[in-house]
């Protein structure tokens, strides 16, 4: 069964900062990954989907990749905001109908003034 | 645009009461989906509707029923609810089948509380 794991739980960066966030999978079979951002109280939004072929996407100051070989996806944010603060999530699809769509339990992340 | 429209926001019941979360996506989508998301748990999948007019279980779908209407609404019903069932339920939808790489759209939850 696949298993979707994000470190660190939680990350707190001063304002302007690039960073970084990690999705490990167990699965590399997987046909795409999607990053999701989750402000307190409010649903998922999508924010970018990688498909198996791709190696990265890209959307403003976002910046996704992809490595199946490896299990791994990173979610790169430049030039932090406070805006920026919100718990992002990962969900790798290995198929199987929507089984097989596992998430991560998410990155709370906090930008500070 | 409103998107994905759940209703109620809030709901606090009874153990064995009975309630129907409501879900209506207007983006013409073919598939729609329930979550519950538990704090250390993630998110975690009840059912599914693949597309109008059929309906499958997820990870987790004991003690909860499903209706999808139409294309457009897709209801969750739990029938006598239990403590365990308090969490945060999520409806989605997306446009086709996931394989193809289409995004999910999320509402913003209703919060259950079952005392």
């Known amino acids: 069964k696949q298993e979707v794991t994000q470190i660190p739980a939680a990350l707190s960066v001063p304002e302007g900062e690039n960073l970084v966030l990690n999705c490990s999978f167990t699965?590399?079979?997987?046909?795409?990954l999607q990053w999701f951002r989750q402000d307190p109280g409010k649903g998922l939004t999508s924010l970018l989907l990688i498909q198996s072929s791709q190696r990265e996407q890209t959307s403003g100051r976002l910046n996704a990749s992809l490595d199946k070989s490896s299990g791994r996806s990173t979610l790169y944010i430049a030039a932090s905001q406070p805006g920026d603060s919100a718990t992002y999530l990962c969900?790798?699809?290995?198929?199987?109908?929507?089984?097989?769509?596992?998430f991560g339990k998410g990155t709370h992340l906090i930008i500070q003034p | 645009n409103a998107g994905v429209t759940q209703t109620p926001k809030f709901q606090v019941l009874k153990t064995g009461q009975s309630m129907t979360l409501q879900c209506a996506q207007d983006m013409n989508h073919n598939s729609m989906y329930w979550y519950r998301q538990d704090p250390g748990m993630g998110l975690r999948l009840i059912y599914y509707?693949?597309?109008?007019?059929?309906?499958d279980k997820g990870e987790v779908p004991n003690g909860y029923n499903v209706s999808r209407l139409n294309k457009r609404e897709f209801s969750l019903r739990l029938e006598s609810a239990a403590p365990s069932q308090t969490s945060v339920y999520f409806c989605?939808?997306?446009?086709?089948?996931?394989?193809?790489?289409?995004?999910?759209?999320f509402g913003n939850g209703t919060r259950l509380t079952v005392t």
């Open positions: 699965d590399s079979a997987i046909y795409n």
């Open positions: 989605a939808s997306s446009p086709r089948d996931r394989v193809l790489g289409s995004p999910l759209h």
């Open positions: 509707s693949a597309s109008e007019g059929t309906t």
């Open positions: 969900a790798a699809y290995s198929g199987g109908g929507a089984d097989g769509l596992t």
